[in-house]
């Protein structure tokens, strides 16, 4: 009886992460050649698709996507789902704003403390679905409500903006490195972060086996509860993280921003070979998942027009699920 908890535990540290299976890499694929298929046909449609300023909005925006759908990403491989992060993005950047223009604080403690901020809510998401056993999904979407409401109550309904000030830190959002913006730099470091973190440390390996089967991972003496309540924080970071490099593009922080970038990270996300069932995806999935999503909305601008953004992004969220759930009956049958 208490041999069989240790014995499950060293197996479950030395299986490889689910992140290689043949699933997961046929998803990837499929998805980049999505990816190839859709940008070539976008500029045979209309050549300034491929223009330098055009090129370097959707590099600026695919960044964006990637570090806050990494972080749904992180959440759904351990078997739950995030519905705040729009919200988080929001009131990060209504934070940074509102502490800078009506708090008369600095450029810097603003950033800190806004990020905190987002890291306490991460926590008490995390606290709450792991020691009280509530389901992620419900508390989620209570965050998103009552954080999208805190942002309407800081800024009145109106907007926050700058007003020309903070240059440097307007950079982080604006400005180029090496000829690429500045996001896709901080997107690489959460990349490369992450990628470690998942498939290189016993973290990463939690998280697989905690998304392929709880109990099982519980009574092999996995920290289940620990390691949901970092997923939700890493999450919650990094959503914050792109809602400061949001406000530092725009620069004006207003209580709609972020509206439905939830499901666009839940979107980016499945359609990089997360399972929405738990236990599989890749970080490089995601990055893919992501340049899907921003490549298309890019597309409908290009060739049709902007009002057909929400149609389109309904219509890639549901493929995204159809697509999940053809190659897991596909993977049930092999």
Wanted: charged fraction near 10%; include cysteine.
């Amino acid at each position: 009886m208490t041999t069989a908890p240790t014995d499950s535990l060293a197996a479950t540290k030395s299986v490889p992460p689910r992140r290689f299976s043949s699933l997961t890499m046929k998803k990837e694929l499929t998805m980049f050649l999505v990816l190839i298929a859709l940008s070539v046909v976008t500029a045979l449609l209309n050549p300034s698709f491929l223009g330098g300023d055009n090129l370097r909005n959707n590099v600026r925006h695919i960044a964006l996507i990637s570090l806050f759908a990494l972080g749904e990403a992180i959440v759904i491989i351990a078997g739950g789902i995030d519905l705040s992060i729009g919200s988080v993005i929001c009131v990060t950047a209504i934070a940074t704003s509102y502490l800078t223009m009506v708090q008369g604080l600095g450029i810097g403690v603003a950033v800190v403390l806004a990020l905190f901020l987002s890291v306490g809510i991460g926590v008490v998401q995390g606290a709450l679905c792991a020691w009280l056993g509530l389901q992620p999904f419900v508390v989620t979407l209570g965050f998103m409500l009552a954080l999208r409401g805190v942002a309407e109550v800081l800024t009145g309904g109106a907007d926050i903006g700058f007003q020309g000030r903070f240059p440097s830190f307007r950079f982080l959002g604006e400005g180029t490195g090496f000829g690429l913006p500045m996001p896709f730099w901080f997107a690489l470091v959460a990349v490369a972060l992450t990628t470690f973190l998942m498939h290189r440390t016993l973290f990463g390996r939690y998280c697989y086996a905690i998304g392929s089967n709880a109990e099982a991972s519980r009574l092999s003496g996995v920290p289940v509860q620990a390691v949901r309540i970092v997923t939700f924080v890493i999450a919650a970071f990094l959503s914050g993280v792109a809602g400061i490099l949001y406000v530092a593009y725009l620069p004006t922080s207003t209580p709609s921003l972020g509206s439905a970038y939830e499901l666009h990270a839940v979107a980016a996300a499945v359609l990089g070979g997360c399972s929405l069932q738990g236990g599989r995806g890749s970080v490089i999935g995601v990055v893919i998942g992501a340049s899907v999503m921003q490549v298309t909305f890019n597309a409908v601008n290009l060739v049709g027009h902007s009002l057909w953004q929400n149609i389109v992004a309904g219509g890639v969220i549901l493929a995204a699920v159809i697509i999940d759930r053809i190659f897991e009956l596909r993977a049930a049958k092999a």
